[in-house]
Structure formats: structure tokens, C-alpha cells
């Protein structure tokens, strides 16, 4: 099929959309524990609620898809996360932040389901890998965005708010006193109002799947789960987005615990640093990708990744803050490259495959979650170090790998 550029722009910009909502979570924990005066288990279920969703919506996300095409399930998804924003924009509690996290994560479950297979189709599977690093790149700088708008509206919305800035005098009437972080909800609120705006009146061309492609029904999914290779990917992807999860949700608290650092200007910038080295990584991931197997890509940024992660844990606090950046740079490439040698280590039902393997996001809910439980008996700094776990699983499909399409290179052209 002719290739179709306008659609993976659109795609890029979701991307940008869905990292901003979902990795917020972690400069907000700070604030959420003091506030709401919880423990590092009860904090965890906050990303839980957020990633269960996945677990639950992924596969019957494939089968909306399927009876209604991509434009209506995108505008319910992100008119499910306008509602789930709203919801605890109005009434801010933790009760109501687990369901306003769970409708957020059911509209975010619904759009990596639909954007995966279809940018696989629109940018060409032998430029998946590729296109799914620069989409990383997109998601990783609106995740380094996003601390820094945090922050920026925690320190202007402490009384008293400045009158020339008449934004913050608005948000500052529509949130209660001393939950300054409750007014990032209220962006939320405008964020998806805009897509489903975009998405409503946006000429969305029907992409033509061909049936390896196509989402299909239960007892499709039921076929590819007898294949070895898709169980060992689904848990590639739960074991990334765990780690992922793992890291960025706790880094504030543990600068905060650990060194002593605020969380609302420090440890926000920290997880700006962690997002921003991700991004910075996915740039040379491109060029990597490029010239090396991604398999061998994969093996030294794992590696890496394991190497940083211990050393920043058991160093200073000046070592801390830039060893989660360097983590976040060796981060960047495995879930394009763990996403793309899954789809390319298939030969039919692709969109089915995609379901399964965003299935796997629920890591993002159980990982944090065996951090904070282990954080409460030990310490955050043993409780993190359940990541090697998951990375060490991430670096072994480095070695068992062998997807029928191999990403393009420089030598293979």
C-alpha cells in the first residue's frame, strides 16, 4: 500500500498528547503522599489504577477498531480521558483518583492499540523500528514538558498569584487551597478537549489493513497466545513498561527520601532530566538503528541501563540526579525496538498481536506496585532494585530474538 505521511504525523502528535498524560504520575506522588497522607503501597496503586487499564481494554480495544475503524474508538478514548481529568479536577480525593486514573488509562489503552499496527502500515514495516524510535523521541520530550509545566504551576499558584498573569489567576479559582498540583488536572482537561476537537474535524483517510494486519476476533487472540514467541513478547513489554514505570514514578520520592531533595522543584526536574535523557538517547537510537541490528542495540542499552540504575541508587545526591537522566537515555530505544522485533517476528494477525502486547502495559501497574511494597518493608533504594529483574529480562531477548524482518540498515539497502 502507498505509504501515508499525513497519518503518521497524526500519530506523532498523539504520541506527544499521551506522554504528557501518563507520565506525570511521578513528580505528582510526592504531593499525593503528603496530601492525601498515604504510604508508598497505597501511593502505588495511583499507577496501577492508571495501567490495570490496559490490561482489562487492550485486546477489546482491537475488536473496536475492528467494527468501528480508528477515528471513533480514538475520539471515545480521549473523550474517556476528558472525563476521567474533569472528574478529579471537580472532586479531588484519593477514591476519586483512582477512577479518574482508570478512565484515563482505558483511553490510553484504546490509543496505543490503535496507533501501533496502524503507523506499522502508514510508515512501512520495514521502517517500523525507525518510526517507532522517533515516535519515542516525540513521547520522551513531551515527558520532559510536562514536570516542567508541573512545576511552573505549583510555584505561580502559592499565594499570592501575581495578577498579570491572568491564567493563573483563573486555575487558582478553580482549585482548593494548598492542592497547587490539582490545577495539572485542569490542563489535562484542555489537552483532550483540544484532540477530540482535532480528531473531530481532522480528514482521517480509512487505512486499508490488509488481513495480517487487521485486529481480529477472540479466537484469534486465543491462536497467537498457543505461540511461544507471543507470551515471551507480551512479557517483554511488560517487563519494559515496568521498568519504565518503576523508575519515573519513584525518582522524586526517592530523591526525597534518599538526598532530601523537594520534590515539587528538584525531584520534578530530576524527572524532567530522566524524560529529557530519553529523548536524547532515541536521537542517537536513530542513527544506531540505522547501522546495527537492533538486537544488538538492545543488548548494550540494557546493559547500560542496569550499570547507571545501580550506580545512581548507591551514589550521592549530585550523582542521583544525573545518573536518572543517563537511565532515561539507555531507556530510550527498547520499547521501539521490543515493539517492532515482536510485529516483525510474526507473519499474520498483527493487529491482534499489538492488542496482546499493549495487554502487557499492566506492568506499569504491578512493577511500581512490588517497588512501593518493597520500598515500605526495606527502603525505596532496595525496593528499586526489583528493576534488574525486569531489565535483565528485557537484555535476554537481545540473545533469543529472531524477527522474519530485520530493521533496515545502511548495509542492507
Known amino acids: 500500500m502507498k505509504r501515508n505521511y499525513l497519518i503518521v504525523i497524526l500519530i506523532f ?40 487499564a490496559y490490561g482489562l481494554m487492550s485486546i477489546p480495544s482491537g475488536m473496536l477498531i475492528e467494527r468501528f475503524s480508528e477515528k471513533p474508538v480514538l475520539i471515545l478514548a480521549f473523550s474517556l480521558a476528558f472525563s476521567g481529568a474533569l472528574l478529579f479536577a471537580l472532586f ?20 496505543q492499540v490503535a496507533i501501533n499496527p496502524l503507523m506499522r502500515v502508514a510508515g512501512g514495516e520495514e521502517h517500523f523500528a525507525f518510526n517507532s524510535v522517533l515516535a519515542q523521541l516525540i513521547f520522551g520530550s513531551a515527558s520532559f514538558l510536562s514536570p516542567q509545566v508541573y512545576s511552573y504551576l505549583v510555584t505561580g499558584l502559592k499565594s499570592p498569584v501575581d495578577p498579570s498573569r491572568k491564567f493563573l489567576v483563573t486555575l487558582s479559582a478553580l482549585i482548593p ?50 505461540n511461544p514467541i507471543v507470551i515471551l513478547y507480551f512479557f517483554g513489554i511488560f517487563a519494559y513498561v515496568g521498568s519504565e514505570q518503576g523508575v519515573s514514578n519513584w525518582i522524586s520520592k526517592f530523591l526525597s527520601e534518599a538526598h ?12 524532567a532530566f530522566f524524560w529529557g535523557g530519553m529523548t536524547a538517547g532515541c536521537l542517537l537510537g536513530l542513527l544506531l538503528l540505522k547501522l546495527f541490528d537492533s538486537r544488538h542495540v538492545l543488548l548494550v542499552f540494557t546493559a547500560a541501563a542496569m550499570i547507571c540504575l545501580l550506580t545512581t541508587l548507591f551514589g550521592t545526591a549530585e550523582i542521583a ?11 530510550s530505544v527498547m520499547w521501539s525496538v521490543v515493539f517492532s522485533l515482536a510485529l516483525n517476528s510474526v507473519k499474520h494477525h498483527h493487529g491482534s498481536f499489538s492488542g496482546i502486547l499493549c495487554t502487557g502495559i ?3 501497574a504491578m512493577v511500581p506496585l512490588v517497588i512501593g511494597f518493597l520500598g ?11 528493576l534488574l529483574v525486569t531489565l535483565g529480562y528485557l537484555f535476554s531477548i537481545g540473545f533469543w530474538a529472531n524477527p522474519l524482518i530485520k530493521n533496515k540498515t545502511i548495509k542492507s539497502v
Do not use: C
Open 13 to 52: 502528535m498523539i504520541f506527544f498528547v499521551v506522554s504528557f498524560l501518563t507520565n506525570i504520575l511521578g513528580p505528582l506522588i510526592p504531593d499525593i503522599i503528603e496530601d492525601f497522607h498515604l504510604s508508598l503501597t497505597l501511593a502505588a496503586f495511583l499507577p496501577f489504577s492508571f495501567f490495570v
Open 92 to 111: 479531588p480525593a484519593f477514591s476519586v483518583a483512582i477512577i479518574s486514573l482508570f478512565l484515563i488509562g482505558i483511553g490510553m489503552a484504546m490509543i
Open 177 to 226: 487551597p494548598q492542592l497547587e498540583w490539582i490545577s495539572l488536572y485542569w490542563i489535562f482537561v484542555l489537552v483532550t478537549l483540544g484532540m477530540i476537537i482535532v480528531l473531530i474535524f481532522i480528514r482521517f483517510p480509512r487505512i486499508e489493513y490488509s488481513e495480517t494486519e487487521r485486529p481480529g476476533v477472540w479466537e484469534t487472540h486465543l491462536r497467537l497466545l498457543r
Open 260 to 271: 532530601g531533595l523537594d520534590p515539587q522543584t528538584a525531584g520534578a526536574q530530576v524527572v
Open 321 to 331: 540526579v544525573y545518573g536518572f537522566a543517563l537511565v532515561g537515555f539507555f531507556f
Open 362 to 364: 499492566v506492568g506499569g
Open 376 to 386: 515500605d518493608k526495606f527502603s525505596l533504594k532496595y525496593g528499586m532494585l526489583f
